[in-house]
């Protein structure tokens, strides 16, 4: 089946009770059981809800995989994946990541004795040069967050095969219309589902996706044991989402590309990060393992102040100033004191983060509106 056809009819069947077509909103807590143990598969929703297993199944069609598993934020989806560490265990991670991530590890697991090695993972030797015999992770985000810098992941499968570790994607800006990890050797495949995969700026909610049982029955036991999992009413809105998912992303991608080009030409623009533009460093991985560049644009102004940057976000109109990203309304935010305001500033500036840096969602208004809000607030 090709892409198009899963997103609107992957893992969803007619409601068995009724019929329905669109996937009823199971607003249960619990099932009956006719005898002690004697139930139709379900039997209390922090473990299985029918919602929530549609959702699954459709979010393991669309990454190729075979198991899926949603939870109540992607937050809460990273989280799990931790739980599968133990005190002594190092994780080597890339330097440029969501701000929440990078919080999580460090405030949160490093405490409880794991160790993290934040590096630059377009460097594949600087991965490999992190990796002891106590790898037990390696993290990826690619396209990162904020400075869309592409790391190759089928060269950090290999490095964590050889290393006997697990290698996780966070696949958030891309989602599987642009790039399905579990394909090019990754064991785990991560989502924030509030961004694109909703697509519509009105659920927070993460996933997780597997082909592999062993390991998918060790996260669904933390799933259900640490118990962070959506609700009914927020799967149904995903699942709704996800039916447009690969008409969103093209206009995502097109209007992407718009913005990126029209911003390399400004005059009042330095540098602009996006992975489908000819000086990306690492186009051509991009290229490689992702079927279009997506619809994440960041940029500096000339002289990299950030009053220039502020005063800019300042103007936009239809490039509303807020946190997030991925829905299909055109988003502006300011990584530094923003998204990633949780990573100290040093770190920060060794990642190449700079705090005149302006990150756009781009969203699929019509394309000559978003490049006129862009005129009028950069001058
Ligand atoms: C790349 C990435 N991963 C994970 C997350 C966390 O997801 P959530 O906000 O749904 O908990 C975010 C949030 O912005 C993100 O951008």
Redesign the pocket.
Same mark, same amino acid.
């Given at each position: 089946m090709k892409f198009g056809t899963k997103a609107i009819h992957a893992g969803v069947h007619p409601d068995p009770a009724t019929g329905a077509i669109m996937t009823p909103i199971y607003q249960t807590s619990t099932y009956v059981q006719t005898s002690p143990g004697q139930n139709k598969g379900y039997e209390y929703s922090r473990t299985h809800n029918p919602t929530r297993t549609q959702l699954q199944d459709a979010l393991a069609a669309l990454d190729n995989g075979r198991q899926g598993l949603a939870f109540a934020?992607? &937050?809460a989806a990273?989280d799990c994946v931790m739980k599968l560490l133990k005190p002594g265990d190092e994780v080597v991670c890339t330097d440029d990541l969501?701000g929440?991530?990078y919080r999580l590890f460090t405030k949160v697991y490093a405490p409880y004795g794991i160790n993290f090695q934040f590096v630059p993972m377009h460097d594949m030797a600087a991965v490999e040069a992190a990796v002891t015999e106590r790898t037990k992770l390696i993290w990826v985000?690619t396209p990162s967050?904020p400075l869309l810098n592409i790391i190759d992941i089928a060269a950090a499968a290999a490095v964590a095969k050889k290393a006997g570790a697990l290698l996780a994607v966070?696949n958030?800006?891309s989602t599987p219309y642009l790039q399905t990890p579990l394909e090019l050797g990754a064991d785990i495949v991560v989502y924030?589902l509030?961004?694109y995969m909703g697509g519509h700026s009105d659920v927070? &909610?993460?996933a997780l996706v597997m082909d592999n049982e062993e390991l998918a029955d060790q996260l669904a036991f933390y799933q259900n044991s640490c118990g962070g999992t959506p609700g009914p009413q927020d799967c149904f809105l995903v699942l709704r989402g996800l039916k447009t998912l690969h008409v969103r992303m093209q206009r995502h991608c097109e209007n992407g590309r718009r913005v990126a080009e029209y911003l390399q030409q400004h005059p009042k623009v330095g540098k602009v990060y996006w992975p489908g533009l000819s000086t990306h460093p690492n186009r051509a991985i991009a290229a490689k393992q992702m079927r279009d560049f997506g619809g994440m644009v960041s940029f500096v102004l000339k002289g990299d102040e950030q009053a220039d940057a502020i005063a800019v976000l300042e103007k936009l109109q239809l490039f509303t100033l807020a946190e997030?990203?991925g829905g299909v309304e055109s988003l502006s935010g300011h990584p530094a004191t923003m998204?990633h305001a949780s990573i100290p500033a040093e770190q920060r500036r060794k990642s190449g983060l700079s705090d005149s840096l302006i990150r756009l969602s781009v969203g699929i208004e019509d394309i000559e509106d978003l490049l006129a809000d862009l005129k009028q607030a950069i001058g």
């Open positions: 934020s992607g &937050m990273i969501y929440g991530s985000e967050n966070d958030t800006f924030s509030t961004k927070v &909610m993460g997030s990203l998204t």
